[in-house]
C-alpha cells in the first residue's frame, strides 16, 4: 500500500534528522527477519541507535535532497547502498557495543522451499523417531539407514544441504520431521559508515590484539631487509647494536692487553670458569656472590642471541 503525501513528508524528515544528527551507521541486510524479530531489536538498542527501514526508492532519493542542501557532506556515498532488502542502523555510539546486539538479535528457523541455504546443513546420526514405513523416503535422499527397536536410525552424518544451494522438497520434509530448523536469521551487516568513510563491516573484527600482531610481523620484516642491505634503520638498531657488542666482545676477549667494562667480566669467567661456580653449601656470603656474578653472566650473554636467531645466522650478522 502505497504511503499518503504527509506519511512521506515525514519519513523525508526523519531521515534527515537521523543524517543530520548521527555520524555513524550499520547498513544491514534484513532478509527473512520478520516484524517481531525487528521490533525486539529496536528495543534493545533504544537509546543508542535507531533503525530505519523503508523502500530503496524512497531512501535513496531522501539522500538526494539531502546532498543538495547539504553540498559537501560526504553521506552521498549511502545512496549506492540502497540495494536490496536493506535498512539503516543509525548511532553516535560505539559500533562494536551496537554491533553485538544486533549480531546477537537472531532467530532459528526452518529450511523453506527453494531458500538459499546460508550455511552447510548436516543431519547426525542416530534415531530419527520415524516408523520402518518411511524407509524409501530416506533411500531417496540416498541417507543410509537401518531399523533399530521398531524405528528408523540414521547410520552417518549426512551433509544434507550445501550453502548456496536451493532448499529442494525433499529436504525441507527431513528436517521437518526430525524437527530440525538449521537456520538461524538476524540482521545482517553489510558495510560500515563512519564520520564520511564507508568500509565493509568485516572491518570491524579487526581487534587491537589484530593490530599489534601485524605491526610485530611488519616491524621483523623491516629489521630484516635493514640487517640484509647493510642499512640502519630505527627498527634494526637495536640487532645492530647488539651484533656490534658480540663483534668487539669477540674480538677482546682473544686480546690480552686491552679491554673494557662490559668485556671484563667475560674474560675472567673465560679465564677460570671454576671461581663462578656456586659454593653448593651453607658456607659464607662467597657462594652468594659468585651465583650473582653467574646469573650476570648468563643475562649479558642471552641478550644477543635474539638478533641471530631471528635473521638465520650463527656470525652475528654484518655488523
Known sequence: MPLSAERKAWYFD???ELMTNYSKCFIVEIDNVGSMQLQQTRMALRGTAEILMGKNTMMRKCIRDFI????DSPIAQLEGCCRGNVGFVFTNGDLGVIRET???NVRPAPAKVGSSAPIDVIVPKGPTGCDPGQTTFFQT???STKITRGQIEMTNDTHLIKAGEKVTASQAALLQKLSIEPFTYGMTLKSVYDSGSLFD???LDITDDVLMVKFVAALNTISKLSLALNMPTAAS???SVAN????ILAITVELEKYTFDKAEIYKAYLADPSAFAGSGGGGGGGGGAAEAVVEEVEEEVEEAPPAVDMFGGDDGGDY
Open 14 to 16: 526523519h531521515m534527515k
Open 68 to 71: 543538495e542542501e547539504n553540498p
Open 102 to 104: 544486533l549480531e546477537s
Open 141 to 143: 535422499l540416498n541417507i
Open 201 to 203: 563491516a568485516k572491518v
Open 237 to 239: 638498531v637495536t640487532h
Open 244 to 247: 656490534a657488542f658480540k663483534a
